[in-house]
Every structure is written in C-alpha cells, then in structure tokens.
C-alpha cells in the first residue's frame, strides 16, 4: 500500500536552530518523494523533488531508500520558514498523489 | 486567468443537501485531484483523474462524486451533504503520471461548513 507518514504534527524551534520534518513512506516500488509546503494564507506550492536533488530556501532532503525516509532538513531556521509542510509521494504506475498528515514548523524569535 | 481556480471559496449547506464544487485549470494538464484538508488528518485523496472520461477513486471517496468531461474541469460533488463532510476542498492539477515533472498545482481552496 502506498502511505506516507509524517510523525509530528508540530514542531517548535528558535530562530538560528537545525531543523529536521521527519517523513517515513510505504511504497512497493521506486518512489517519487516531493515536499510542498502551504504559507498562511496561501496555495500549497512544491517546495522540492527528490529527484532533483536541489536545495530550495535552504531546505533539502534525502531519500533514504533502506529507512524509507525523506526528512527535510535546514541547518538554520528562519521566522519565514513558519508554515504547513507536507511529504508527498507520487505513484508512477497510476499518478495517484498522496500526501502525509502534514507538520507545523512554528519559528520563534 | 491562466492557473487553477476553485469556486466558490466558501460555502454553506444543510445536511442532505447536494452540493457541487467547481475545479477550473488552464494549463491543460492531464491530471486532476481532489483533496480534503482536516486537522490531524492533513491531505487526503478524494478522487482522481488521468485525463478526460478517466477517474479513480483515492483514499476517502465515499460520499463523493466525480466527473471530467473535459480536461479543464473536474467538478467534485456531494450527493448528499454530512457534517462530516465539512472540510477545506482543494483541487489539483499536474502535467505527467511519471518523470520528474510530476509537480502538482493547486487551487486556493474551497471551505466547506455543513450545518
């Protein structure tokens, strides 16, 4: 069964501090990892792939595919990091999307 | 406008009433979903489609309806409104089922109160 799972559905940090979403996902396949991430008030918006393998607003992550995790991490939060992120995972045998429970990062000053 | 768009943005029913929520996409992509958004339960699959005339249900659709018949439309609707079927809607759109360029645009959201 297809599933991802995000295990914090909140997670506080200071300023400055490392930052890591945790993700696990279960996929009887190759994977198509995806973070997006909703800004109140507005649309969810991809934040990164994992094939890409890129670093978008300081954020990346690694598909580890022995723990089948994908965390995103940032060595540095910063207040505008404060938003809804979601893992998603992308069937490529029947472009079913799903997403995770979704984890709030709340950056304090 | 060119993107995806939702409407209405908010709505209010009664129980038992039928209710229809528009999906309007301008790219011409292939694929359309539909997702609840609820607290503790984050995004989950209502329905979905590969193209026009193709549908499949995802990991919620009971209660709900679906229909595309055309690609730039993909109306969801409720055929008979519960209270637990108050939710913020959000409809989707992306280009290809495989490859890298699987990114998923998504509209604005509809919220949904069923009193």
């Known amino acids: 069964a297809q599933r991802v799972t995000q295990p914090e559905k909140l997670l506080s940090v200071f300023k400055g501090a490392p930052v890591e979403l945790k993700c696990n996902y279960s996929y009887s396949g190759s994977p198509e990892l995806f973070w997006y991430v909703q800004y109140s008030r507005q649309r969810l918006q991809l934040l990164l792939r994992?094939?890409s393998r890129e670093s978008i607003k300081g954020f990346t992550a690694d598909l580890n595919k022995g723990e089948t995790s994908f965390h995103l991490k940032k060595p540095f939060a910063q207040e505008e990091d404060s938003a809804m992120y979601y893992c998603?995972?992308?069937?490529?045998?029947?472009?079913?999307?799903?997403f995770g429970q979704g984890t709030t990062l709340q950056v304090k000053p | 406008d060119a993107g995806i768009t939702q409407s209405p943005r908010y709505k209010i029913t009664e129980t038992g009433r039928q209710v229809t929520l528009m999906c309007h996409q301008t790219?011409?992509?292939?694929?359309m979903f539909w997702y609840r958004q609820d607290l503790g339960h984050g995004l989950r699959l209502i329905y979905y489609s590969a193209a026009a005339d193709i549908t499949d249900k995802g990991e919620v659709p009971d209660g709900y309806v679906v229909s595309r018949s055309k690609t730039e439309n993909f109306p969801l609707t409720l055929e008979s409104a519960t209270r637990s079927q108050t939710s913020v809607y959000f409809c989707a759109s992306s280009v290809s089922r495989t490859g890298g360029n699987t990114e998923a645009f998504f509209g604005q959201g509809t919220r949904l109160t069923v009193v």
């Open positions: 994992h094939i």
């Open positions: 998603a995972l992308h069937s490529g045998n029947t472009g079913k999307l799903i």
């Open positions: 790219w011409s992509h292939s694929y």
